[in-house]
């Protein structure tokens, strides 16, 4: 590594005007991942000092978090448990307590591993990112930007916040199956979000993550939301989208019923929600 | 001496690196290096079975100080890293370096520099080119591939045990029940990765630094690569975190002394997760085959096994693992006729080698998987079952070893029974959903204590001074593990004097500076070593006694750590004192011990478990370990040495595997894909000790370190079939395997 840049601001940021700069935030992935292996030429701007990609606050029915927000942060936040519960839920149980200290939303997101446990909660809740570059600022659904271990984001883009509709009458839940009870990864989650209605869940979203990708939409779950029967067809229609995102791969089965266990876990959760807030 | 009077055995004690070790205080290897070493990491194999055709070192060697030795540079002399004692004779295959790359994680150079991150930096830059050759991943086509992994022709390591008349009892059985269960690769995981120091001293001494727990054994070791007597070969135990055997065999210490002498510096080798993981040694997979004749009464007649062990690259210490299951097949139920059959196999795989348990975590996981199965195929009750089974009190082996000794297994069983609420628990409980169903299990077992009437020798001599202010030093040869062994020999050694615990100091292993002992390994430490610390300080109050008999003119005796003599009261410092200006004649005795028993110790665990039939996941309740240890020297050292041996053993049951593809490439290098129990899915550990004083031992005390973790794996993979129904064989039952077979059912 030849330069460490510590800006204070994105506009300091983007006018360092340097090509192939590294972004790092809470680098718990970062980190692992280059230890040692950083080539002789690196440049890596550590985006830590940067307070506008901070707080969690309500500002015109939208629930913005920065991107610097931590796992530990977010499930903390009064403001994200009641307007973002999905979020919360997969926070809480992301890593160990020492990662979560550290780990960012934004990193989960940029980081794109298709184990990651934030982006199917943020995509479920309809989040957006308000991505920056020097050249501005533009905002893309989370579900868009994360890839095949790989996100979407242009050269010298980042990830500055998070938009997320907070709305009081919906309710949403997050839950992942891994190898213990804590301190491990997903073998597969799923987020949902939906508004109570007389029974049924109405504009639902619903996405599963480790299925290749971090977050992949469930329409036919969404459907089955608002329709009665839910508990019979939610595990049906979270296992035809695994036949079809993973076919023949030798995890499928197993994930198929891990689904069918998240599907009966994802009912009680929301209905509890949902008797919790009547 | 009543068990209430003693003042240290059996009591707490605190060990004096505890505050230390807390603090994140405590000195390892390495963190004091000297002055001007080198420090080491080796290139391993990035392939699982592959000729080296091309090292280009060159973009590393342009790093300044950087040194490349690669397997050209190095001996061929062949070793057997499992080979403590000159003469063993195990088949040689492994050299320090080679060219031949076995598995991934083989060692092909090493790469030297000032500090760790420039010789890691300088390893990046080399360029290996391989021939591969084809993968041995298969340990059931491991014999007809063999000579594509090993030029020495030999495609496996049969052996044999046998005593009775088998034929006539399977002849005569009323029964015949027969499974066959497999027990994975596993990894030791010890906090310290490896590493070892070694350095060149004048006069042709070679000295090394090493976390080991055979000192003697790894002088042996570096004495095949080196020319040197084992005079000028110093070995010195150094603080160590952590081995579970994974130390035992010498991986890194003969290239690491091998390289000092050739560049005439100190070096250092050192690894990280993924190279400890890759390239040192590992818990044998076995696959076997166990067949019980019963009598219609329910009574074994005969047992029949074959086993199929896998060495990985290099036969290690695994011939010897294999053989010592067969040998303590025979010392948990009476078999009145057995055969043991058994071969190891090389695969393009991790060696194996010790782990604690050394075989018994094998042949025990198989025996009461099966004992569960064929009760349940038989409609027996299987504690029935046991009790009708199980050796007792003073048994003789039939298989030819020590005698059993006072056996305690039936009175683990039946108050362990009890204790536990089996009666209560143990049918299945579904939940309304059908989707939890909570159930219990338990296994027994049995382990030795040191190594009397095996294949190998026993003997340890210590020597104890009481200095001029009252205080003793025992000077040992043998390693502290982690376990609070030289604490547990402190309690023996003031038990015994009088001596208060804390000016008591324990000496561990120096070739060059202490007696002979064969090690700590075969759980003969407390049992052997011990019993040696409390005959030394008996003979150190003997010498003490005499002398101040003749000194004070009357008879003298120790109490409560001073010296009575007639009427007179008199601290121990200033009797020491005054024999040695008077009489000059220093408190300083030598006692060698070489045991005439070898009892076995035993262990029944009962586990409670629920299980998710969706998710596969098991939630290992309550938990019940009952050990027959003779008598506990300190009770808190051997309840953590059951919570960890616990911890292990579900790992071992539930999780913990190094798996490879069929192409030989290990599917887990960390803690991210090799997956442990942790804190949170820990169950509380109830320990139950039954303590009946074994003879032979100190105060009764009997082995606890390793059998602790040979019953956890059966115990649990029994409450699992019982929940489920199933005959689950394969270990570890991951989530996918369980989910599954609760789909089948």
């Known amino acids: 590594m030849t330069a460490l840049e510590r800006p204070r601001s994105l506009s300091e940021l983007f006018s360092l005007r340097r090509a192939g700069v590294t972004f790092v935030a809470g680098g718990t992935d970062w980190i692992i991942r280059n230890r040692g292996r950083l080539s002789d030429d690196a440049v890596v701007a550590d985006l830590s000092l940067i307070d506008e990609m901070r707080g969690i606050s309500l500002d015109g029915g939208y ?48 980081n794109s591993s298709p184990a990651a446990d934030t982006p199917p909660a943020l995509a479920a809740l309809g989040a957006e990112a308000v991505v920056a570059s020097a050249e501005g600022k533009r905002r893309v659904p989370v579900e868009e930007i994360v890839g095949r271990n790989k996100n979407n984001l242009a050269e010298g883009e980042l990830i500055k916040e998070f938009i997320i509709p907070a709305d009081a009458e919906r309710i949403s839940a997050f839950l992942k199956v891994g190898s213990r009870s804590q301190v491990s990864i ?37 459907a089955a939301m608002g329709a009665p029967g839910l508990e019979k067809s939610l595990p049906e229609a979270l296992c035809a989208l695994a036949a079809e995102a993973i076919p023949g791969r030798p995890t499928l089965p197993y994930k198929q019923s891990a689904l069918r266990a998240l599907a009966q876990d994802l009912c009680a959760k929301l209905a509890e929600r949902r008797a919790a807030d009547e | 001496m009543n068990k209430e009077d003693y003042k240290y055995i059996g009591r707490c004690v605190i060990r004096e690196d505890a505050a230390d070790k807390v603090r994140g205080a405590y000195d390892y290897l390495a963190d004091s290096l000297p002055q001007d070493t080198l420090v080491g990491v080796p290139l391993l194999s990035s392939q699982p079975n592959a000729l080296v055709k091309n090292i280009d070192a060159s973009e590393a060697e342009k790093i300044e100080g950087v040194v490349v030795l690669t397997f050209r540079d190095a001996p061929e002399n062949k070793y057997n890293s499992g080979e403590w004692f000159p003469g063993q004779n195990d088949f040689r295959d492994e050299s320090i370096l080679t060219g031949h790359a076995r598995h991934v994680g083989d060692r092909i150079a090493l790469v030297l520099a000032d500090d760790e991150k420039t010789a890691r930096r300088a390893l990046s830059k080399i360029k290996v080119e391989y021939e591969p050759l084809p993968v041995v991943a298969d340990i059931e086509k491991a014999e007809e591939m063999a000579h594509f992994l090993h030029e020495d022709g030999e495609e496996s390591f049969p052996g044999k045990l046998r005593y009775g008349d088998v034929e006539a009892a399977f002849a005569a059985a009323a029964h015949i029940e027969s499974d066959v269960v497999c027990t994975q690769k596993i990894h030791h995981a010890a906090l310290e990765p490896h590493c070892v120091l070694a350095i060149p001293r004048p006069e042709k001494v070679i000295e090394l630094h090493t976390p080991c727990q055979i000192i003697f054994g790894v002088q042996h070791a570096v004495a095949q690569v080196l020319p040197l007597p084992l005079s000028k070969i110093r070995v010195v135990k150094a603080n160590m975190g952590g081995t579970f055997g994974g130390k035992q065999e010498c991986v890194f210490e003969p290239l690491c002394a091998w390289a000092a002498w050739k560049l005439r510096r100190p070096v250092f080798i050192t690894t990280d997760r993924g190279e400890t993981i890759a390239a040192t040694r590992t818990r044998a997979a076995a696959r076997g085959r166990v067949t019980t004749a019963l009598d ?38 009476r078999v009145p006729a057995l055969s043991y059959e058994g071969r190891v196999v090389r695969t393009s795989t991790t060696p194996a080698g010790a782990c604690r348990g050394y075989g018994s975590p094998q042949i025990h996981t198989i025996t009461e998987i099966h004992t569960d199965l064929m009760c349940r195929r038989l409609g027996l009750d299987p504690l029935r079952f046991r009790l009708d089974n199980l050796v007792h009190d003073g048994d003789k082996d039939l298989g030819g070893a020590s005698d059993i000794g006072r056996a305690r297994v039936i009175e683990c069983l039946r108050e362990g029974a009890e204790r536990f609420g089996w009666c209560e628990c143990r049918e299945p409980v579904t939940s309304a959903d059908g989707r939890f169903v909570t159930a219990a299990g338990f296994a027994c077992c049995t382990h030795g204590n040191g190594y009397y009437k095996t294949a190998y020798h026993d003997v340890t001599r210590m020597s104890l001074r009481i200095l001029e202010d009252g205080s003793a030093i025992l000077r040992t040869a043998i390693h502290e593990l982690g376990s609070g062994s030289i604490t547990a ?71 409560g750590g001073s010296l009575v003599a007639g009427d007179k009261e008199i601290g121990l410092g200033e009797v020491v004192r005054d024999i040695m200006r008077k009489t000059r004649c220093s408190i300083d005795v030598s006692c060698e011990h070489a045991p005439e028993s070898n009892p076995a110790s035993f262990g029944v665990h009962f586990a409670q478990i629920t299980a998710d039939k969706l998710t596969g996941l098991v939630k290992v309740g309550r938990y019940l370990a009952v050990h027959d240890v003779g008598q506990s020297i300190n009770r808190n050292f051997v309840e953590g040495q059951i919570y960890g041996g616990v911890q292990m053993g579900i790992g071992m049951a539930l999780c913990e595997e190094l798996d490879y593809g069929a192409d030989g490439m290990p599917k887990a290098d960390n803690f991210d894909k ?27 005390a009997k082995s606890i370190g390793e059998i602790c973790t040979v019953p956890v794996a059966a115990a649990v993979v029994n409450a699992v079939n019982r929940a489920l129904g199933t005959s689950l064989t394969e270990l570890p039952l991951t989530p996918a395997k369980i989910a599954a077979a609760a789909k089948r059912q």
């Open chain 1, 63 to 110: 629930l913005r978090i920065g991107a610097l927000e931590t796992m530990t942060s977010l499930h903390r936040s009064a403001l994200v448990r009641k307007y973002a519960s999905a979020l919360a839920d997969a926070a809480y149980v992301m890593g160990s307590e020492q990662i979560r200290n550290r780990a960012t939303v934004g990193g989960n997101v940029a």
């Open chain 1, 186 to 222: 997903s073998r597969i989650n799923v987020a949902a979000a939906a508004r109570p209605q007389g029974g049924l869940y109405k504009e639902g979203r619903l996405f599963v993550g480790t299925l290749g990708v971090a977050a992949r939409r469930c329409a036919a779950a969404e």
């Open chain 2, 296 to 333: 219609a009464g329910g009574r074994i007649i005969g047992r029949k096994f074959e086993i199929l062990m896998d060495a990985g690259a290099y036969l290690t210490g695994t011939k010897k693992v294999m053989m010592v299951m067969g040998k303590k097949a025979s010392r948990l139920y």
């Open chain 2, 489 to 559: 020999l402190a309690q023996i050694v003031a038990e015994v004097t009088g001596i208060d615990v804390s000016r008591v100091t324990v000496t561990e292993g120096d070739t060059t500076f202490s007696s002979y002992d064969v090690g700590c390994q075969a759980s003969r430490v407390i049992y052997v070593c011990g019993e040696c610390a409390r005959l030394v300080s008996e003979k150190a109050v003997k010498l003490l006694c005499t002398k101040a008999s003749e000194l004070y003119d009357a008879a003298a005796e120790l109490r």
């Open chain 2, 674 to 700: 090799y997956h442990m129990v942790n804190a949170p899915d820990m169950p509380e550990v109830e320990v139950m000790l039954i303590e009946d004083e074994e003879p032979g031992g100190p105060y009764g």
